[in-house]
């Protein structure tokens, strides 16, 4: 049997964040969606000091989580660790692995943004653990059938993903007297994990539509 190239360990630490996303989350835990976060680690035996990414669990859930069932103040993760092919750095990742939470705390799949991939074999692993039951592995694994299969296409050269999304028209708040100025829905890129953001060629056609609407108002007499 091969002997896997990663290692896992199961420990108890307290909630500290040595970093975490800034989106804004309203009401109250268990939030569905809200900021993911690495744990800061310090004195934890058989773990070295430093940041450890948690990828199934959002920074919310875990401070609210905490307080509510865990009564010695430490939750329960399990850790993957690796190191880099070429440089032999060392990197971990960890999951939240608590069965005092119940499941409607935790995220049901597996966060990456802001930080990147682990290898396959790590993801395999931590998928073994968790189940996988819409196929998430399939995003390392086959990743050209994974965004296909979810109306996306993965271009294999520059690892990009692209959705075409339509909406309504949208309004955008300016002081011209009509009251705004209004954008058809145009199609943007999706880059990975939900992080959406406008192509450059669309920024530009927005831009320019922008700008356009601006001179009408200014020609008809808005302010501007």
Wanted: proline letters at 6%; hydrophobic letters at 30%.
């Amino acid at each position: 049997m091969i002997k896997p190239n990663f290692s896992v360990s199961v420990h108890k630490i307290p909630l500290a964040a040595s970093e975490h996303s800034l989106i804004g989350v309203n009401g109250y835990p268990p939030h569905t969606w809200a900021n993911y976060f690495s744990f800061y680690v310090e004195g934890v035996s058989g773990l070295e000091s430093g940041s450890l990414r948690c990828l199934n669990f959002w920074y919310e859930n875990a401070q609210g989580a905490i307080s509510r069932f865990c009564n010695d103040r430490l939750i329960r993760v399990r850790v993957w660790g690796w190191k880099t092919p070429k440089t032999s750095l060392p990197c971990r990742v960890c999951i939240v692995d608590d069965a005092r939470i119940p499941d409607n705390w935790y995220y049901n799949k597996l966060c990456f943004t802001g930080w990147g991939y682990p290898p396959t074999d790590v993801v395999r692993d931590i998928y073994n653990h968790l189940g996988d039951p819409t196929n998430e592995l399939e995003r390392f694994t086959n990743p050209l059938k994974y965004h296909e299969r979810r109306g996306g296409v993965y271009n294999e050269k520059t690892g990009t993903i692209h959705y075409k999304i339509t909406s309504d028209t949208s309004k955008l708040v300016t002081n011209l007297k009509d009251g705004g100025i209004r954008i058809t829905s145009l199609p943007i890129a999706t880059v990975s994990d939900g992080v959406d953001c406008l192509s450059p060629s669309m920024a530009a056609v927005v831009n320019k539509s922008i700008q356009e609407e601006i001179n009408k108002g200014t020609e008809n007499g808005s302010d501007t």
